[in-house]
């Protein structure tokens, strides 16, 4: 099993640009997760989801949207970035409370 | 709402030694917590998970316990090696909303 994978690795956009962050699991969980981390600041929790077709807000979704239209997939949009949403971000999935976390995607917006 | 807290945020060790690492939670109405580890530029790695009805929990060279009453856990690491070198993150889960993570306590472990 490959377990969680995020695409693209690193990337840089400019104000205002869009992207998505690519997150795919082979495991079979039902719950899919996406959080930032910023530097002393800890794990934030941006979305998540329980489900294909079930998703739900998290601590900071401002400036962000998932979809989970199959199990296996949950990408992150993010629409307008700012330099706010410089971070490295962190897809995980697990079958309830357990998290398998991927490798991260390191995004800069300058 | 849950709050976690990681004490100490920093720590620097000698090989070999022993050591503890804390964990504090406002909400002490939790399934289980979960420690975590993360490398520099990678995800997190799940180390021991203990359940509610569970004082201990061990792996290896690292012991697990949690006081549910008291809204604590700590993480015990025995003869510590560089390899040990990471930040560690704990997470209580309370089963309405996802994990809560602490900031997590960098350890780095000199050879």
């Known amino acids: 099993n490959a377990g969680v994978t995020q695409t693209p690795k690193f990337r840089i956009l400019k104000i205002g640009q869009s992207m998505t962050l690519q997150c795919t699991q082979d495991?079979?969980?039902?719950?899919m997760y996406w959080y930032r981390q910023d530097p002393g600041m800890g794990l934030k929790l941006i979305y998540y989801?329980?489900?294909?077709?079930?998703?739900d807000k998290g601590e900071v979704p401002n400036g962000y949207n998932v979809s989970r239209s199959t199990t296996e997939d949950f990408p992150l949009r993010l629409e307008l970035a700012a330099p706010s949403q410089t971070s490295v971000y962190f897809c995980?999935?697990?079958?309830?409370?357990?998290?398998?976390f991927g490798p991260g995607t390191r995004l800069t917006v300058t | 709402k849950q709050e976690v807290t990681q004490i100490p945020a920093a720590l620097s060790v000698p090989e070999g030694e022993n050591l503890v690492l804390n964990c504090s939670f406002t909400?002490?109405?939790?399934?289980?917590l979960q420690w975590f580890r993360q490398d520099p530029g990678k995800g997190l790695t799940s180390l021991l998970l203990?359940?509610?009805?569970?004082r201990e929990q061990t792996s290896g060279r690292l012991n697990a316990s949690l006081d549910k009453s008291s809204g604590r856990s700590t993480l015990y690491i025995a003869a510590s090696q560089p390899g040990d070198s990471a930040t560690y993150l704990c997470?209580?889960?309370?089963?309405?909303?996802?994990?809560?993570f602490g900031k997590g306590t960098r350890l780095s472990v000199i050879a």
């Open positions: 995980a999935s697990g079958p309830t409370y357990e998290q398998y």
């Open positions: 495991m079979n969980h039902n719950y």
């Open positions: 989801s329980v489900g294909a077709g079930i998703t």
């Open positions: 909400d002490s109405a939790i399934y289980n």
């Open positions: 203990i359940q509610s009805s569970q």
């Open positions: 997470a209580p889960y309370s089963g309405n909303t996802p994990l809560v």
